[in-house]
């Protein structure tokens, strides 16, 4: 009879556990949020979906309401809409009352920090050598009032290079890029990143520049690439860097591309560090850079001279630094019975021998046939005569007219220079001077002109004036007639008549 009680005592407070339990169980009703956690941007915004889970039979919402511990940071409307305000962290409360009187609390913990709009690193590329690590480049986080300033290296290929303990570790030769992503997470947000190109190379075990042992000879305007020997083979270009002297000269490139601008002299470095001891190799090439004629002429065009003269004849190179140093030249004349040339060299002489015209050629003889020619014309041998001349003494002046006679066919004369010997009645020189007369005779004319002269120069004792013509310009040259065919002219010296 009492293991029957027992066993009924034990039923039932096994039953009344049983029932308490699942009044309790049926009684775990809770706010449901679809989000606990929400990390966003200022200006960001999101929809926050709620309801009422486990209720039990005939429970029935009353009123839902929201609120934020600090509508600073995030606010919240009616509609379950939530804007981030401002920097900072706060907390999105749901609050829902039943019709038995209850309220249940649902809570959502917000934080708005301010995103990274950028990852910038300064370095583009690195060139490594495998085997060995360097440390990483710094990268920066913009803005400066990030919340999130870590940013975590990966690699797209991990056999070439990988990023180990803070440092870059070069494996195999060969490219990789590494990337520096930010570990900012916020949802929907795009990641912001800064890559680096690794060339990864073996070590360089020997460098030269081939031709080094003498100046390699460049045009200017024209590219041209060093011809290197590097070992080992397969060495890239990124493990080499170029300088040069001068670059008003010569410049070079990251590929080792020469360009000349001027002429002259520079030197060429190429070197590397990239090596198994870290010390430096180094090879130079001494470039001189030339320019080539672009134009060879002669000038003045026409040219006149006269019976008798020997003119010589220089060419005008341009531009004025081209290289000239092995430039050798030929010269012809189409008329050599008026004017002959002879000169190999860049100047001529031209023997002036009859009154005519003739074509002079100058033509460089260093495979670009460059050549200028001028119209050569030759006058009488005394281009300019006096025809008539009358000296008079007048007071504190002397005046010397002259007539004279352009005998030239096609060329006017702008000045005539003459030389004046004064003499006595025993023809004793007293004085001599040398004076110009700007005139303007056009061909073939006459002129008359006076040439004024300073009586205070001229001696009492003076009776004649000896003068000749000693040189006459053109609009384009001037010529002196040589000595031994100057004419004298000897002219009276009259004085003026004295007041009584």
């Excluded at 520096?180 to 520049?209: C, G, W, Y």
């Excluded at 031209?350 to 014309?377: L, M, N, P, Y």
Aim: aromatic share 4%; net charge negative; hydrophobic share 40%.
């Amino acid at each position: 009879m009492r293991k029957t009680v027992c066993v009924l005592l034990l039923l039932a407070v096994v039953s009344l556990l049983f029932v308490t339990s699942a009044a309790e169980e049926a009684d775990e009703t809770s706010v449901y949020l679809e989000k606990t956690s929400v990390e966003m941007t200022v200006g960001g915004y999101g929809w926050l979906r709620s309801g009422l889970q486990n209720r039990k039979p005939g429970v029935k919402m009353t009123s839902l309401t929201w609120e934020s511990t600090d509508e600073q940071v995030v606010t919240i409307d009616d509609e379950s809409k939530y804007v981030a305000v401002g920097r900072g962290q706060a907390q999105l409360i749901r609050r829902i009352k039943t019709n038995d009187g209850k309220e249940y609390v649902g809570v959502c913990d917000v934080r708005v920090v301010i995103p990274v709009e950028e990852v910038v690193c300064d370095v583009q590329s690195l060139v490594l050598i495998a085997g060995k690590d360097a440390p990483l480049p710094d990268v920066r986080v913009l803005p400066e009032e990030a919340d999130v300033r870590a940013c975590t290296w990966t690699s797209s290929h991990p056999e070439i290079v990988s990023v180990e303990n803070g440092r870059i570790a070069a494996h195999a030769a060969g490219k990789a890029v590494l990337t520096a992503t930010s570990d900012e997470r916020i949802e929907k947000r795009r990641l912001r990143t800064a890559s680096v190109q690794v060339t990864v190379i073996p070590a360089v075990e020997s460098l030269k520049v081939n031709g080094a042992d003498q100046v390699f000879r460049l045009e200017a305007g024209v590219r041209n690439a060093l011809s290197l020997e590097v070992l080992p083979q397969g060495t890239t270009m990124e493990a080499l860097h170029f300088e040069s002297s001068d670059e008003q000269i010569v410049t070079v490139g990251t590929d080792g591309v020469m360009l000349g601008h001027a002429a002259g002299k520079a030197v060429i470095t190429v070197w590397t560090d990239q090596t198994a001891s870290g010390e430096k190799l180094q090879a130079s090439l001494e470039v001189e850079v030339y320019r080539k004629i672009e134009r060879i002429s002669l000038s003045p065009n026409p040219y006149v001279a006269f019976r008798g003269q020997t003119v010589t004849l220089t060419p005008v190179i341009t531009p004025a630094d081209a290289d000239i140093s092995g430039l050798s030249v030929s010269w012809t004349s189409d008329n050599p019975y008026v004017a002959g040339v002879y000169g190999i060299s860049l100047s001529a002489e031209v023997e002036c021998r009859q009154v005519g015209q003739s074509k002079i050629t100058v033509r460089a003889e260093d495979g670009s046939r460059k050549r200028g020619s001028v119209h050569f014309r030759v006058e009488p041998t005394v281009p300019v005569t006096i025809r008539n001349a009358k000296a008079e003494k007048q007071g504190d002046s002397m005046s010397l007219a002259l007539e004279l006679k352009n005998r030239m066919r096609e060329t006017a004369v702008r000045e005539v220079s003459f030389h004046l010997d004064i003499k006595d009645g025993e023809g004793a020189l007293l004085s001599s001077r040398t004076a110009s007369l700007a005139v303007h005779i056009p061909p073939p004319r006459r002129g008359f002109y006076t040439l004024p002269l300073n009586a205070e120069e001229i001696p009492e004792a003076a009776v004649t004036v000896e003068i000749r013509i000693v040189e006459i310009a053109y609009p384009r040259g001037e010529y002196a007639i040589p000595e031994e065919l100057q004419s004298v002219l000897e002219i009276p010296l009259k004085q003026e008549a004295s007041d009584q």
